[in-house]
Nanobody, 121 residues
């Protein structure tokens, strides 16, 4: 069994920055692409950024040029650097990935518990 733990959320003024972390722990053989999602009140969860195991990245149009996703495979951790934050970035941010416990085990979905990001105007 593995788990994802996010950290780094908080309250920041518009124009400020935050760095989120998503650490995977437990029984891990390999980790697939890692993703950051967010969900604002009354809205559907949306994909914000993706980083593959070989570090290819992709971003939602709304965050391109402001957010940067990265990962440290040695630490089983993904990061989301968020700059030039806007009030509309306010949401709960979730980390998601698939993990295998062994080379032959199936991929299993994991979500983090979420971390609140609030941007004041």
């Amino acid at each position: 069994q593995a788990q994802l733990v996010e950290s780094g959320g908080g309250l920041v003024q518009a124009g400020g920055s935050l760095r989120l972390s998503c650490a995977a722990s437990g029984s891990i053989f390999s980790i697939n692409a890692m993703h950051w999602y967010r969900q604002a009140p009354g809205k559907q969860r949306e994909l914000v950024a993706t980083i593959t195991s070989d570090a290819s990245t992709n971003y939602a149009d709304s965050v391109k040029g402001r957010f940067t996703i990265s990962r440290d495979n040695a630490k089983n951790t993904a990061y989301l650097q968020m700059n030039s934050l806007k009030p509309e970035d306010t949401a709960v941010y979730y980390c998601y990935t698939k993990i295998r416990r062994t080379k032959l085990a199936p991929w299993v979905d994991y979500w983090g518990q979420g971390t609140q990001v609030t941007v004041s105007s």
